[in-house]
């Protein structure tokens, strides 16, 4: 039997259980509070992950979540029903994981899930998508929500809409969790699953930073942006560009109105016209009349640090004056024709492409027969500008290098001695994951294993656990070389370095 479908059976025996009313009890303000004998804060990866196996792992039946948005995933963000058609995906944030390497969400995805999946990029085994049961791409935020129904049924009580801004230790040793509009919280322990930014502030404005954890403040942001342009027709793919990356970032300067381009062929969501209808494009299938396609053309993606390079600063720069949402927990916004904003966009970024076409002698001749601009793009700026985020992904600060992965992970795990209060957060994971979801997801199971007495789930393959589980058998220590295909294996970790050396961080899930 299938262990999603076996996990599912099992849950509708439980179903009565979970639904089961609140406890409650009378706070001194007279508020009524809800108790919950452990509490995640956040619904990214990782306090989705975490709720789900407190439960599976039978170490708690009341696990409540509470999430600050009207969604889970965080940072990966599928933004579904676009398009002329609403038939499109487009991941504004996070959006593949590395199968190979990355071995957590790899089961996950999977083992646990059994989701459907493909290569992200024609030819290279490096990366993969989530597929809804069609084909079609399913945006990647549908493992986290996919966990979020298989903790539901195991009893989760989920508070959509609920920012906590404070987190308080109580003379009996309780928590007590205060979030907007005067909702309060009991809890024995607690899960903060918060980008570091809002987390900071969170332990600001509560009682239980006793001490200075260096590792809570050793990660660096990065800002990141991601432009998709919609044509009515995938000029590129009836011209044969269906494959590989172009950037054109130079050209970016006062005066010069195009603007920088950090690109992909292969990465925006196209659909093509069939005779039986609309169809996913994927280069395999040799029958799709390319003329017929329409989608995105992903045209940026890129992040920029304090120490990120002239051309990722550049893309960043110019498209953050297209950002200015009306509201701060959005972090991407849709521009077309009709206003003079949307219009620039439109003009100057058909014009870079044109532009670049035309230099590097490709042909452009598909794309004067489309004879139209993009109708519309989808733009997003990862920044401090988006209230729950702070950033896009994080790297280390230049002083904090050096310190081996496993203890500076193990040491934020944990951050407060005689607390029970734990981390989950994508920034302190291992080098070979900071920056993707299987960072998060890793904290996580840390957290599970080793305080709250989980074993290896059913789901997870025995050679997951040494490239997971801290400790004396921990061997994280492989990557893949990235849009290569080729791995690279270190059965031990490596020598120490003479001297702490500073890791380039690149674009990551």
């Known amino acids: 039997m299938k262990p999603v479908l076996a996990a599912l059976i099992a849950l509708a025996l439980v179903a009565g259980a979970a639904a089961a009313p609140r406890s409650l009890k009378?706070?001194?303000?007279?508020?009524?509070?809800?108790?919950?004998?452990?509490?995640?804060?956040?619904?990214?990866?990782?306090?989705?992950?975490?709720?789900?196996?407190?439960?599976?792992?039978?170490?708690?039946?009341?696990?409540?979540?509470l999430e600050a948005t009207g969604?889970?995933?965080?940072?990966?963000?599928?933004?579904?029903?676009?398009?002329?058609?609403?038939?499109?995906?487009?991941?504004?944030?996070?959006?593949?994981?590395m199968p190979l390497v990355q071995k957590l969400i790899t089961d996950i995805i999977e083992g646990l899930l059994q989701l459907p999946n493909r290569l992200y990029q024609p030819g290279v085994e490096d990366y993969k998508v989530i597929l809804s049961t069609d084909g079609s791409n399913a945006g990647f935020a549908t493992y986290v929500e996919k966990l979020l129904d298989l903790g539901s049924m195991m009893g989760l009580k989920t508070h959509f809409n609920t920012k906590v801004i404070s987190v308080n230790t109580t003379?009996?040793?309780?928590?007590?969790?205060?979030?907007?509009?005067?909702?309060?919280?009991?809890?024995?322990?607690?899960?903060?699953?918060?980008?570091?930014?809002p987390m900071h502030r969170l332990l600001q404005s509560s009682n239980i930073e006793t001490n200075y954890n260096t590792g809570?403040?050793?990660?660096?942001?990065?800002?990141?942006?991601?432009?998709?342009?919609y044509y009515p027709q995938a000029w590129w793919l009836a011209a044969g560009l269906n494959n590989g990356s172009f950037a054109a970032t130079s050209a970016f300067g006062p005066g010069n109105v195009t603007i920088p381009?950090?690109?992909?062929?292969?990465?925006?969501?196209?659909?093509?016209?069939?005779?039986?209808?609309?169809v996913d494009y994927y280069y395999t299938n040799n029958a799709i009349n390319p003329s017929s396609c329409y989608g995105y053309l992903q045209a940026v993606y890129t992040s920029a640090s304090s120490a990120s390079s002239a051309p990722s600063q550049a893309a960043i720069a110019y498209l953050v004056d297209y950002m200015g949402s009306s509201s701060t927990d959005v972090?991407?916004?849709?521009?077309?024709?009709?206003?003079?904003?949307?219009?620039k966009l439109l003009a100057d970024s058909h014009a870079s492409i044109l532009k670049w076409h035309n230099a590097n002698n490709l042909s452009t001749a598909a794309m004067a027969a489309s004879n139209a601009l993009p109708s519309h793009a989808v733009v997003a700026m990862w920044d401090q500008a988006v209230s729950w985020v702070g950033g896009g992904w994080n790297g280390m600060k230049d002083s904090k290098q050096g310190t081996p992965d496993a203890v500076a992970a193990s040491g934020v795990i944990h951050p407060f001695p005689g607390?029970?209060?734990?981390?989950?957060?994508?920034a302190y994971g291992p080098a070979t994951t900071q920056g993707w979801s299987e960072a998060s997801l890793v904290l996580a199971e840390n957290i599970i294993q080793g305080y709250f007495g989980g074993g290896q789930p059913s789901w997870m393959r025995n050679t997951t656990l040494p490239a997971v589980i801290f400790g004396p058998n921990w061997n994280d220590y492989e990557s893949a070389q990235q849009g290569g295909g080729t791995i690279v294996i270190n059965a031990k970790p490596p020598a120490p370095a003479p001297a702490p050396a500073v890791s380039a961080f690149s674009t990551s899930g």
């Open 26 to 65: 009378q706070t001194l303000s007279g508020q009524p509070s809800t108790n919950c004998e452990t509490l995640v804060v956040g619904g990214g990866p990782g306090g989705v992950y975490s709720a789900y196996r407190v439960l599976e792992s039978k170490n708690s039946t009341n696990v409540c979540l």
């Open 71 to 97: 969604r889970v995933g965080g940072r990966i963000y599928s933004v579904r029903g676009l398009g002329a058609k609403q038939d499109l995906v487009v991941d504004m944030g996070a959006y593949r994981y």
């Open 171 to 197: 003379a009996d040793g309780t928590f007590k969790v205060t979030a907007g509009e005067g909702q309060v919280f009991t809890a024995n322990r607690v899960i903060l699953n918060l980008p570091t930014r």
């Open 216 to 229: 809570l403040y050793a990660p660096e942001h990065n800002r990141a942006t991601k432009l998709y342009l």
């Open 261 to 278: 381009l950090v690109a992909r062929y292969h990465d925006g969501h196209v659909r093509c016209n069939t005779s039986s209808g609309a």
């Open 331 to 343: 972090p991407y916004k849709i521009l077309d024709g009709s206003t003079a904003l949307g219009a």
């Open 419 to 426: 607390i029970p209060l734990y981390v989950a957060n994508e």
